[in-house]
T-cell receptor, first 109, second 113 residues
Framework: GQNIDQPTEMTATEGAIVQINCTYQ??????LFWYQQHAGEAPTFLSY??LDGLEEKGRFSSFLSRSKGYSYLLLKELQMKDSASYLC??????????WGAGTKLIIKP | IAGITQAPTSQILAAGRRMTLRCTQD?????MYWYRQDLGLGLRLIHY???????GKGEVPDGYSVSRANTDDFPLTLASAVPSQTSVYFC????????????FGPGTRLTVL
């Protein structure tokens, strides 16, 4: 079956670094997406990885290891506005997204 | 440019009633999607359309129908609503059914009593 696993909730301190992990099992693989979703709002795109390695985009970076079925999202210099849920999604062989339940990130001052 | 709009923003509906959720995009995207989001679960695909005139079933299609008469509009219809269809519904679109990023509308919060 297809499955995406990520932690339910994480807490971090303003100014610190946090890593949100995601493991995936999909029928075929066409890339791994990360989205951010603030409470009561729509998901917004953060990153896409299809090759192994680290993709850096400002304070956010995303890593992929296809052999391990593993990805992480790294958030640096945390700000209060980063408090949100972070959704991991794998794209299967039919180009459909399989979504994790999301990781709620709580930032404390 | 609005991107993707959805209507209504929220709705309370009596069980057994028919309801259509509207979705319109102005990005000329070929592919459109309907998801539901429930607490503790990931987004689940209800129906999708890779291009105008075609539709397909997602993971949880039962009780829902869609149509894609043109590129911009992708309405979702609940023929006879049931309480288990209480959820937040998101419409999304992408340039194509491949690896293009999906962009989401603001969502419709539906409560079926």
């Amino acid at each position: 079956g297809q499955n995406i696993d990520q932690p339910t909730e994480m807490t971090a301190t303003e100014g610190a670094i946090v890593q949100i992990n995601c493991t995936y099992q999909t029928s075929g693989f066409n890339g791994l997406f990360w989205y951010q979703q603030h409470a009561g709002e729509a998901p917004t795109f953060l990153s896409y990885n299809v090759l192994d390695g680290l993709e850096e985009k400002g304070r956010f970076s995303s890593f992929l290891s296809r052999s391990k079925g593993y990805s992480y999202l790294l958030l640096k210099e945390l700000q209060m506005k980063d408090s949100a849920s972070y959704l991991c999604a794998g794209m299967d062989s039919n180009y459909q997204l399989i979504w994790g339940a999301g990781t709620k990130l709580i930032i404390k001052p | 440019i609005a991107g993707i709009t959805q209507a209504p923003t929220s709705q309370i509906l009596a069980a057994g009633r028919r309801m259509t959720l509207r979705c319109t995009q102005d990005m000329r995207h070929n592919a459109m999607y309907w998801y539901r989001q429930d607490l503790g679960l990931g987004l689940r695909l209800i129906h999708y359309s890779n291009t105008a005139g075609t539709t397909g079933k997602g993971e949880v299609p039962d009780g829902y129908s869609v149509s894609r008469a043109n590129t911009d509009d992708f309405p979702l219809t609940l023929a006879s609503a049931v309480p288990s269809q209480t959820s937040v519904y998101f419409c999304a679109s992408s340039g194509g059914p491949g690896t293009d990023t999906q962009y989401f509308g603001p969502g419709t919060r539906l409560t079926v009593l």
